[in-house]
C-alpha cells in the first residue's frame, strides 16, 4: 500500500483548490451571458470551497464569488422587469 508524504498531500490539496477557485471564476463569467440560475450558485460554492481550502488563486476565487453574486442579481433584476428567468433583446 502506497502512502502519501504530508507535504505531497499538502501540495495536491492546495492545486485542487487552485482549480476549484479558477473554476468557480469560469462559471461566473459563463452565468452573466447564461444559465445565471444554475452557474451564479455553483460559483458562489465554488469560490467558497477554494477559499477555505487556501488556493494560492485567492484573487480568482474572490472574482467567482463576486461573479455568482452578480449572477443572482442579474437573475432577480430578469425576473423583477421581465416576469421570467430569461430575456429576447428587442422585446
Keep these: 500500500m502506497e502512502t502519501v508524504a504530508p507535504a505531497t498531500a499538502a ?13 468557480s471564476f469560469v462559471l461566473g463569467l459563463l452565468g452573466t451571458f447564461v444559465l445565471n ?15 477555505v481550502r487556501g488556493t494560492r488563486r485567492r484573487a480568482r476565487a474572490l472574482l467567482g464569488l463576486i461573479l455568482g453574486v ?3 442579481a442579474i437573475l432577480a ?15
Excluded: E, K
Design 77 to 91: 433584476a430578469l425576473i423583477t422587469t421581465h416576469h421570467a428567468i430569461s430575456w429576447q433583446p428587442g422585446f
Design 11 to 23: 501540495t495536491t490539496a492546495r492545486s485542487d483548490a487552485d482549480g476549484t477557485a479558477v473554476a
Design 37 to 51: 440560475a444554475v452557474l451564479g450558485p455553483l460559483a458562489i460554492i465554488l469560490a467558497t470551497v477554494a477559499l
Design 70 to 72: 452578480a449572477d443572482i
